[in-house]
C-alpha cells in the first residue's frame, strides 16, 4: 500500500506542477519576542520555525513560489508592539499566515485586533494561558503549546512525587503568570500541598530583595518561579540567592533558560513541553542537522507551527487567508498519511497528489476541538549547571 501511495502522489504532483508559480514568492510572518522577556529563547525557536521553511523550499515540492518569513517583533508582553507589528505584516507585507505571537497576553491582544478581524490564520508555539482557550477567534487562531492549564498539573504532580510539600510561589503579573498560577496552586493544593506565600511580581524592577523577603517570611526552603528568565524572574533569583532565602527553585516553561541554569545550584527542576521520547530522538537528529537547538524550550513547537502554515496552504491551493484556515485543523488531525518532523517535502507531496495526511511533525501534533495542542511535558532538573530530561509526562 505505501508505494501504491507513493507512485499515485508522484503522478498526480507531475500534473500539478504546471500550476507552479515558478519564480513567485509568498511571505509568512514570523511575530515572535525577539526583544523582551524570553529574547534568550528566541533563537532556538525561530531557528525551529525558520529550518520548516528551508525543508520546504529545499524540496521543491510546494507549488506555490519560494517562501520567504518577514520577521516582526512583539517584544513579548507589549500588546501595542505586537498589535502595531501584526497590522504591518498583514497590511504593508501582505502575509498569508502568521507563526506567533510567543507571550499570552499579547497573544490575545493579537488575536482579538488584528488576527481575527482580518481573517488571518496565526499559530503561537508558546502562547499558554489557559484563558485563551476560551477567546473568540472565529477560527482562526491555534497554538501547537498545550494549555497551562495541564502544566500546572504536571508541576503539582511531580512536585508531590519529589516530596515537596510546602512552596512559596510567585508569578509575573500578566495573564500568563496568573492562569499558570491559579491552575499550579489549585492542584498542588488539592494534592495536599502547602502553599506558605503567593504573591505576582513585575518585570523590569531595579530590586527584588523586597519581593523574596516577603516570599520567605512563609518560612518554605522553596520557591516557585512562574515568570520570564529574562527580566522578573531573573531579578527573583538573583535576589533570593544574594540573600540565602531560598535553597531550592521549581520553575515552569518560561523560565527553563541557560539564563537560569547559570544562576541557582543543581537540583532545582521545572517543566517544559516537549515531544514523547522517539518523536523527541527523531525531532533532534532533524534539528541538529538543521543547526538548531532542538532540545531548547519551544524550538519543536515552533517548528510544527510553521510547518502546518505551509502544508495548509499547500491543502488550500495557495495563499488565500481564508483557505488556509479551513485546512489547519484538518493537517493537525487524522486520520492521513503520517508525515513526521523532516519529511516536509513527502508530506506537501501527498498533498498535492490529493491524498490526505495526518502532520504529527515533531512534537506530535494533535489539536482539541478548539485548535490547542494536547501535549506532553519533560521533566527537567539542572545539573551541572544545565537543564536536563529525567522524566516525560504525558
Not at 506558605?196 to 531595579?206: L, M, R, Y
Not at 524572574?233 to 541554569?261: N, P, Q, R, W
Not at 486520520?335 to 497528489?353: H, M, R, T, V, W
Request: charged letters at 15%; one cysteine or more; a negative charge.
Amino acid at each position: 500500500m505505501k508505494s501504491y501511495i507513493k507512485t499515485t502522489a508522484s503522478l498526480a504532483l507531475a500534473v500539478g506542477v504546471a500550476t507552479t508559480s515558478f519564480g513567485a514568492t509568498v511571505k509568512i510572518g514570523e511575530l515572535q519576542g525577539f526583544t523582551g522577556p524570553i529574547e534568550s529563547m528566541i533563537p532556538a525557536m525561530s531557528g525551529g520555525a525558520n529550518l520548516a521553511v528551508t525543508e520546504a523550499n529545499a524540496s521543491g515540492k510546494y507549488l506555490y513560489g519560494t517562501i520567504v518569513v518577514v520577521q516582526g517583533d512583539s517584544k513579548c508582553i507589549d500588546a501595542d508592539a505586537a498589535v502595531a507589528e501584526g497590522e504591518r505584516l498583514i497590511n504593508d507585507e501582505n502575509v498569508m499566515a502568521i507563526m506567533g505571537p510567543n507571550c499570552s497576553g499579547v497573544t490575545g491582544a493579537f488575536v482579538s485586533n488584528v488576527g481575527m478581524p482580518n481573517g488571518v490564520v496565526n499559530i503561537s508555539p508558546s502562547a499558554t494561558s489557559p484563558a485563551l482557550t476560551d477567546i473568540d477567534d472565529n477560527g482562526y487562531f491555534f497554538r501547537t503549546a498545550p494549555s497551562d492549564a495541564r502544566q500546572g498539573q504536571v508541576l503539582a504532580d511531580i512536585a508531590m512525587s519529589r516530596g515537596q510539600s510546602d512552596m512559596a510561589v510567585t508569578y509575573t503579573n500578566d495573564d500568563y503568570g496568573k492562569g499558570l498560577a491559579d491552575a499550579f496552586v489549585t492542584a498542588y493544593e488539592a494534592a495536599g500541598g502547602t502553599v506558605t506565600v503567593i504573591s505576582g511580581h513585575e518585570n523590569d524592577k531595579a530590586d527584588y530583595s523586597a519581593d523574596v523577603a516577603a516570599l520567605s517570611a512563609g518560612g518554605s526552603a522553596t520557591l516557585a518561579v512562574l515568570g520570564y528568565a529574562d527580566t522578573g524572574g531573573k531579578g527573583i533569583l538573583a535576589a533570593s540567592e544574594d540573600t540565602g532565602a531560598f535553597t531550592d527553585y521549581v520553575f515552569a516553561d518560561g523560565m527553563m533558560s541557560a539564563t537560569t541554569s547559570g544562576a541557582v545550584g543543581d537540583g532545582s527542576w521545572g517543566t517544559m513541553p516537549a515531544p514523547s521520547a522517539d518523536l523527541l530522538a527523531s525531532w533532534l537528529a532533524v534539528a541538529e542537522a538543521g543547526g538548531v537547538a532542538g532540545a531548547e524550550v519551544f524550538a519543536a513547537e515552533s517548528y510544527d507551527a510553521m510547518a502546518l502554515i505551509i502544508l495548509a496552504s499547500q491543502a488550500a491551493g495557495g495563499t488565500d487567508r481564508a483557505a488556509i484556515q479551513a485546512e489547519v485543523m484538518g493537517i493537525a488531525n487524522g486520520p492521513g498519511i503520517q508525515c513526521n518532523a523532516g519529511e516536509l517535502g513527502d508530506c506537501l507531496k501527498y498533498i498535492s497528489g490529493g491524498l490526505v495526511v495526518d502532520y504529527v511533525g515533531a512534537t506530535g501534533v494533535e489539536f482539541t476541538s478548539v485548535g490547542e495542542g494536547k501535549g506532553s511535558y519533560a521533566e527537567q532538573e539542572i545539573i551541572g549547571g544545565a537543564f536536563s530530561t529525567v522524566a516525560s509526562h504525558q
